[in-house]
T-cell receptor, first 115, second 112 residues
Framework: AQTVTQSQPEMSVQEAETVTLSCTYD???????LFWYKQPPSRQMILVIR??????QNATENRFSVNFQKAAKSFSLKISDSQLGDAAMYFC????????????FGKGTSLLVTP | DTGVSQDPRHKITKRGQNVTFRCDPI?????LYWYRQTLGQGPEFLTY????????KSRLLSDRFSAERPKGSFSTLEIQRTEQGDSAMYLC??????????FGPGTRLTVL
């Protein structure tokens, strides 16, 4: 089974600064998808960004971008110009491209944004 | 889209009782997923449906758990003879085919 590792249980960033959240994964597959989800306190999980493994170009969504290093099996999330509303748990997730549709999640990184 | 909805949002029950949760997916999403999330952990996959067919079940889904999706619309997750270890947030998600999964707000279960 594929495993997803988020090595930073907690991170802190000041408003307007940039922060990078780390994620590594273990797989022998070549076709897969990677996701970052955000879960604010007591609120539902929201998709932040997704990356298809076959695409070399890193995905970007407004202030959120990823650094996808396929050979290193690394998928980090960069948040630019951090805002107070970015404070949340961030989960990295893996989904196989051809053997099931379950998302495998990491344990999450709690992001604190300070004024 | 009105989003994925789940009912109830909170459920407190006594050990040994049966509970049932409901999930209404985004309309026209043919895939529906159930996950369980315990405190401080990421969600863990339980099962998924394509239309009305239950196509995959995790080893986490013991015999006390059963899920249905009649007519390929809403889904129910039932837990029989609840145990304290069943206390968790139960999340439902839906998607179109292999597209991105969109999550509901979850049902928080507390077993006393």
């Amino acid at each position: 089974a594929q495993t997803v590792t988020q090595s930073q249980p907690e991170m802190s960033v000041q408003e307007a600064e940039t922060v990078t959240l780390s994620c590594t994964y273990d797989t022998s597959e070549s076709d897969y998808y990677l996701f970052w989800y955000k879960q604010p306190p007591s609120r539902q999980m929201i998709l932040v960004i997704r990356q298809e493994a076959y695409k070399q170009q890193n995905a970007t969504e407004n202030r959120f971008s990823v650094n996808f290093q396929k050979a290193a099996k690394s998928f980090s999330l960069k948040i630019s110009d951090s805002q107070l509303g970015d404070a949340a748990m961030y989960f990295c997730a893996y989904r196989s491209g051809n053997s099931g549709y379950a998302l495998n999640f990491g344990k999450g990184t709690s992001l604190l944004v300070t004024p | 889209d009105t989003g994925v909805s789940q009912d109830p949002r909170h459920k407190i029950t006594k050990r040994g009782q049966n509970v049932t949760f409901r999930c209404d997916p985004i309309s026209e999403h043919n895939r529906l997923y159930w996950y369980r999330q315990t405190l401080g952990q990421g969600p863990e996959f339980l099962t998924y449906f394509q239309n009305e067919a239950q196509l995959e079940k995790s080893r986490l889904l013991s015999d006390r758990f059963s899920a249905e999706r009649p007519k390929g619309s809403f889904s129910t997750l039932e837990i029989q003879r609840t145990e304290q270890g069943d206390s968790a947030m139960y999340l439902c998600a839906s998607s179109r085919s292999t597209d991105t999964q969109y999550f509901g707000p979850g049902t928080r279960l507390t077993v006393l």
